[in-house]
C-alpha cells in the first residue's frame, strides 16, 4: 500500500532517471491535463510532499497521487512496459528514460509556483527536509477526534497512512479510539518517524524488525490471530472522519487496553 515511504522512494527512483535531462516525450492521460506538452523543458527536480509526488519540469509541475493502487515505473526507451497500456495516465520521457505512471488516482500540470495550491495544507513531512516535530505534534495534539482519526489528516503530519498509523498505536498502547488531544502526541510521533525513515532503506516494509512474510506487523490486517506480545486476539473494526472515509483499524484488547 502506498504510503509516505513508498512516495519518497518513487520521487528519488524518478529524480535518478529524469532530473538533468530535457523531456523528449510528455504525454498526460487525463482529460483536464491531456494537453500539455513540455517536450524540450528540463527536468528540475522531482520531490514528494506526504503522499503527493511532484515532478518540476521547467516552469511547471507534473503533479501526481498514488492512492492505494498507483505506481511509477522506470523503462530504458523503447522497454516493454510490464503493465497494459490502458492503466497509463501519465508518461514522461528522455533520451535516456521512459516513466510511466499507471492506475494513478490524480494527475495534473500547473504552474511550479502554484504548488502551494495542492500541498501547502499539509502539515509536516517525517521524511521533508523541514521536518517540525514540535508543529506536527501541535497539530495532532490539539485534534478531538479519534487518535486513528487524526493520524489520517494529513493536516496534522503528512505521509502516514493506515498500515503506519495501526501500527504506531500499538507500539504506544494507545487504543485507536482514544482522543488524539489525550494521548502523547510527541512521543507517538516520535515513533512514527523512526519507523517511516527505518522503513525507507528496506526492501519490505517491516514494524517488527521481522522482514519474514507474515511476520511484518504487530497488529495489521492480523485480526483474530494473537497479540505478538501478550497472546490476546487482535480486533478489528473501522474509523472515520465521516462514513464515506472510514478505514479498517486494528488493535490489542489488552495492549491497548482504554
Known amino acids: 500500500m502506498p ?39 528540463e527536468v528540475v527536480a522531482v520531490v514528494s510532499r506526504g503522499k ?39 508518461v514522461v520521457g528522455t533520451a ?47 485534534d478531538p477526534r479519534a487518535a486513528h482519526v487524526a493520524l489520517l489528516d494529513q493536516r496534522n503530519v503528512a505521509g502516514f497512512g493506515n498500515e503506519y498509523a495501526n501500527e504506531m498505536l500499538f507500539v504506544r498502547g494507545i487504543p485507536p479510539t482514544r482522543p488524539a488531544a489525550e494521548i502523547d502526541a510527541a512521543a507517538l510521533l516520535d515513533v512514527g518517524v523512526r519507523m517511516i525513515r527505518a522503513n525507507l532503506s528496506r526492501p519490505a516494509r517491516t514494524f517488527t524488525g521481522d522482514s519474514r512474510p507474515g511476520r511484518r506487523t504487530w497488529v495489521y490486517r492480523r485480526e483474530g490471530k494473537p497479540c505478538r506480545r501478550c497472546g490476546a486476539t487482535i480486533l478489528a473494526g473501522s474509523l472515520g472522519a465521516t462514513a464515506t472515509s472510514e478505514r479498517n483499524v486494528f488493535w490489542c484488547p489488552v495492549c491497548q487496553s482504554p
Open 52 to 90: 503527493h509526488l511532484l515532478e518540476r519540469i521547467g516552469a511547471w509541475t507534473l503533479h501526481s497521487h498514488l492512492k492505494m493502487e498507483g505506481r511509477w515505473d522506470v523503462y530504458r526507451p523503447g522497454q516493454r512496459w510490464a503493465a497494459p497500456t490502458h492503466a497509463a495516465r501519465a
Open 96 to 142: 535516456h528514460a521512459e516513466t510511466v505512471g499507471f492506475h494513478l488516482a490524480l494527475v495534473e500540470v500547473l504552474p511550479t509556483a502554484d504548488e502551494d495550491r495542492i500541498v501547502g495544507h499539509l502539515g509536516p513531512d517525517p521524511l521533508g527536509p523541514d521536518w517540525d516535530a514540535a508543529e506536527a505534534a501541535r497539530r495532532l495534539g490539539a
Open 3 to 41: 504510503e509516505g515511504d513508498t512516495v519518497h522512494r518513487t520521487a528519488r527512483r524518478l529524480a535518478d532517471a529524469l532530473v538533468g535531462h530535457e523531456v523528449t516525450r510528455f504525454d498526460i492521460r487525463v482529460p483536464r491535463s491531456a494537453t500539455a506538452d513540455l517536450r524540450g523543458e
